[in-house]
């Protein structure tokens, strides 16, 4: 299991460079977070919901997603705490204190998917979340120690040099926590060093020698995991000024829930355009080509946002001028006439007036739509494959063209007879070199036919390879194999 000083420590990533770097071994790995907290989340091959690091981590792992992988996943709402999905569908809802009394029924859950992994590898790689020296939440932990005493495995404890404080963080974390807890961590590394690694590894051995734990290695900073799914709003880039006027300019407004915005990192790697995140109380700039409204895990509430921030204002201006308007999701559902919530689903009964781009409305339903989707554009034929993941239907009022059509005919989202205005929810769009290559055409720039899975597929290799340079990954397969076979019963800890 590896567990974190901190939060954003490299966690995630880490473990799909070790899948990645253990299955070119020849190993049976399988990645898997007991409990997660994200708004950016996959549809799985078995048709539920996970968090996109563990989709990234399965790529690694070279194997399907599968809803154990992550068997409870939190997706903060602004109005009502968080949407709690267990084993792939939504289970309920609860704000943080209320959350902490559910823990203890949802435990079973997590050891039920930990069991079913079990079942099909060589060796688990567990992600634990946050800080491993939360002791005001150890009571009740499923996540971190909660579940490593639960299942009896060897702690890997992550710092992060680059944010500082990295030696106080590791050895702190020995002083907080209790002997049981402490006694499970068997070795730490420390991430993203930038420089001459000899300044540190002195350091290293005084950490091994005060902690009493192995040293499993110092990891060199890796500037290509940038080209790796994000999986927090903090890891988005921020606001940027126009500083390359030939290039495509595109705008994407930062909503206070926006969700599965790596539907946009493909685009980060196109060299004929800028990409741009605007948080709220910056104006929609006037330069742009194209803004993009991204996908809401709170949909009404992040409407209301946009009203609040004038972006209602910006948005039909970048219309008349000329701009191009392309709505994901939540994004798609904005764009109409009204979103109608019958039964509360994010908050409290009530009908809100959308922007009116589009002749639609979308009513929100109790049940979550998931799948994976594959289908061809209406304006060019591009092909692309992708997934839905949205509350509501959305009906089209008007003869608006379908903006795809999937392999069975069905028709899919619409787009305005000027071409200017897209709806669609369609996720990982831009994830298919062709369909990619479509739009960007369509919004007038030349885009390349690389599919950006090839992309994050060489980067987990080199990533795996850097590791393998840096790390003891001979150590840490010792460490698994310490464990003979998963407990015959699990217990709670």
């Known amino acids: 299991m590896f567990q974190g000083t901190g939060s ?57 997603t599968n809803i ?20 792939g569908k939504r289970w309920g809802k609860a704000k943080a204190r209320d959350y902490q009394n559910l823990k203890p029924q949802l435990f079973p859950y997590l050891l039920q998917s930990f069991e079913i992994l079990s079942k099909d590898a060589d060796i688990i790689l567990i992600e634990g979340a946050g800080s491993a020296s939360e002791i005001n939440l150890r009571a009740h932990d499923i996540a971190n120690m909660g579940f490593a005493q639960a299942v009896q495995v060897p702690v890997m404890l992550i710092g992060d040099i680059d944010r500082g404080g990295v030696i106080a963080s590791l050895v702190g974390t020995h002083t907080v926590l209790d002997e049981s807890d402490r006694s499970l961590i068997k070795g730490f590394l420390v991430n993203k060093m930038r420089g001459d690694l000899s300044l540190f590894t002195d350091t ?12 499993l290695g110092l990891i060199p900073y890796f500037p290509d995991l940038r080209n790796l799914p994000a999986e927090d709003t903090v890891d988005l880039m921020a606001h940027f000024q126009r500083n390359q006027s030939e290039k495509l300019q595109i705008v994407i407004p930062l909503l206070p829930t926006i969700a599965n915005f790596d539907d946009f990192d493909p685009l980060k790697q196109e060299q004929n355009i800028q990409l741009h995140f605007i948080p709220i109380g910056k104006p929609l700039p006037l330069w742009a080509d194209v803004i993009l409204l991204p996908g809401s895990k709170s949909t009404i509430a992040d409407l ?11 948005l039909r201006a970048h219309y008349r001028k000329g701009g191009y308007i392309l709505g994901i999701c939540g994004g798609y559902q904005m764009l109409g006439r009204e979103i109608i919530d019958l039964h509360g689903i994010e908050g409290q009964i009530e009908t809100v007036t959308g922007l009116g781009l ?18 061809h554009l209406t304006f060019n034929n591009a092909a692309f494959t992708g997934y839905e993941m949205h509350l509501g239907q959305t009906k089209i009022n008007d003869s608006l063209r379908p903006f795809a059509f999937f392999d069975d005919r069905r028709c899919e989202g619409c ?28 919004f007038g720039a030349k885009g390349n036919n690389r599919n950006h899975d090839e992309i994050v597929d060489k980067t987990l290799d080199q990533w795996a390879e850097h590791l393998e340079r840096w790390l003891s990954i001979e150590d840490m397969i010792a460490l698994a194999s310490e464990i003979k076979k998963p407990p015959e019963k699990f217990s709670r800890g």
């Open 68 to 87: 154990h992988m992550n068997p409870v996943l939190l997706k903060p709402q602004s109005e009502t705490g968080s949407q709690i999905i267990v084993q």
């Open 358 to 375: 589009l002749n639609i409305s979308t009513v929100l339903e109790k049940e979550k739509y998931l799948t994976q989707v594959k289908g």
């Open 8 to 64: 954003s420590v490299g966690k995630s990533v880490l473990v799909a460079g070790i899948a990645r770097a253990l299955t070119n071994r020849g190993f049976r790995v399988r990645p898997f977070k007991p409990q997660n907290m994200s708004n950016n989340a996959a549809v799985t091959a078995d048709g539920g919901e996970i968090g996109r690091a563990q989709a990234l981590q399965a790529q690694a792992c070279r194997v399907e």
């Open 415 to 442: 787009i305005s007879s000027d071409s200017r205005i897209i709806g669609t929810y369609l996720h990982g769009l831009f994830h298919c070199g062709e369909a990619r290559h479509a739009l960007l055409a369509l």
């Open 304 to 314: 209301k946002a946009l009203y609040a921030a004038g972006w209602d204002i910006d």
């Open 204 to 215: 290293m051995s005084w950490i091994a020698q005060k902690t009493g734990w192995r040293d």
